[in-house]
DNA sequence: CATGAATGAGCCTTCATTCAT
DNA sequence: GATGAATGAAGGCTCATTCAT
């Protein structure tokens, strides 16, 4: 089955990419370093992505569509809101901590930010985004969210929070577990900081 | 007044460097575009600094100083944790909206991630965590803030919301005003999402 | 053939390099030149080459062990001491006459000196002051040549004797033949100029 | 008197320009090194010379004719012809050892040889070249040298025998007394090496 | 005359991409 | 499809030379 062996060949090549971006970042990474650490030919990795940039692109969608794919599973049977967004941040941070790839790509994705993907990937975080925006949605919905919360902006707080807590994790050598720290920044989140 | 004649020539290309790089990004700009941007030839720049990835770091560090000292003066003057916080996330936004330059450095250089930076510029990064935990601290003491506040925990909470808030301010464009967010932002940090 | 190949290019970029530097000297020869006289493309020499002085020492190296080689097998077949050593400035001088690759290269080397090689090729060089050492060994222990002849002296005077006989020849524009002096360099060194 | 200061600020520059040189070869030598080791700046080495390579071309004259100049004196107080030759060999070791940056810049300048030169220095080589030839032609004349003398070649034998003698020394870390061997270089010369 | 900051042409080297096998 | 040798455009950095002070 060619189709097989081809898109075997094509995850090859990407996860050997995740792991090498993650090691140097993009653009300290070489493509044969790639072709090496996928142990095919450099010309081989031209058969299935035009270009440099594209190994980084396909890699980051498809990462990513895994990634929320992964969480949307798990929220879906979840009803109660809040418990839903305590496994959101839960989740988020067991999946990056079980996947150091995942982590780092969405490092090196996220961090490239803007300037070169300006949108590459908008479909991919924007779902991740949607994803988070109806949780709090169904919340309000159910009052179990106050009535005035302002979905979009909550929306980024809580993605920000997840995020700043991988990076630091990620940037002092993972010294502890990151899936520790969900309760308390799910704690901040639901019931913010002052004393009630 | 060679010590002034100096120090202008240095500013110069630091903030060619920020308009540079804000726009291409540092692995895409040339050092060239520097020179022509910052009005000097290519050679001057190698009067003042070593290598490409020198300017960078001086110019994080420097303007990441700027920006935290500005941070701390504000603060300096409420004595209200609550309001202290509220100033801290309204002058976070405003210092970045009235500075593009500041917020597309911080976004250059927090994007740029670990990667090969890691620790270039950890001290000032660090003196803006440490504002933040002080601000948390004198409230817990103060009895605003609940006594069992994960102190770092919030940090990175706080920080990765405002800074996710900027990032997505800036991918958009810039179609709204920033510093409108920062109520939205306080609120959900300092009350939480819950229905109270 | 790939080791074929390889050796191939690797000599024509070697002979293209000797070309090059004798036209107009290390120093102001550029890769791209060798490049071009060699017929193939800047990025090709340095799969075969690490830098551009490798080239120069790697050159230098090989051609002046052929030239060793190539006096040595001469020598061996003739066993009077004088004779030898007449035929040793022949050979040598032949040599160079046939090969201005190999002057001019002998040229390059020698001449640049100490500076930056100093030891570079000191085995190559020093195995041509032992191939002559020893011919003279043997004349002194024949009894040919005189009991207290000072052998390293000698070795350095007869050498340089032919070396500065070359570089006239190359600085004079190869205006006569070279190896028509080699009776007269012969004579000196053997019978000195004193009247006898 | 402006003609001193200026014929002394030249000397400096020359004097430094030997050291440097001496140390690092003309090609790795910055003019700024030359500079720095001369106490003056940069600009003021443009005063005084029109480029780089002027430095050394001047530098070279000036040097080999005192050279040639100290030679010729002692020369002309020694009427016998076999004597004034190993005067000339000795003066030749001696002052090239009294003044290593003689020593060093004859190294320089005879080992760039022909490549760029070319002919800069030829008065200056040529009327050592022709000294050599006078003291050969007188001996000839009187009798003490040989009347077949090829008066040529057995110059530059002599002059590269002594040449080759002082790279030596000079490759060899400087040892042992150059003119100890000065002895030994003209009874080769003078005597040859066969067993008489 | 003296200075040294400024200039910018030039070059070695890298590496994404191609293509003959 | 697979390979990896070959390509050559591009860029960081140097340094001889200039010129405003």
Redesign the interface.
Known sequence: MPGDADSKKHQRIIDAAVRVFAR??Y??SRVADIAKESGVAVGTIYLYFKTKEEILVSLFREKMADFVASLGNVLSQEPDP?AKLRRLVRRHFEVLELNPELAEVI??E???????F?GASAREVGSYFDLIGSV?SE?VES?????D??IK??T??????????T??W??GQRTYKLRD?AD??AD?????????
Do not use: C, E, H, W
């Open positions: 140097k970042g653009y300290s809040s490092q090196v996220l961090r490239q930010g803007n300037k070169f300006r709090l919340g009052g179990d969210f106050r009535k919360l302002p902006v909550a980024k707080v809580l993605f920000g929070a997840m995020d700043q807590m990076t630091s990620v940037l720290t308390a920044v901040v989140f639901l019931a913010g900081i002052s004393r009630s």
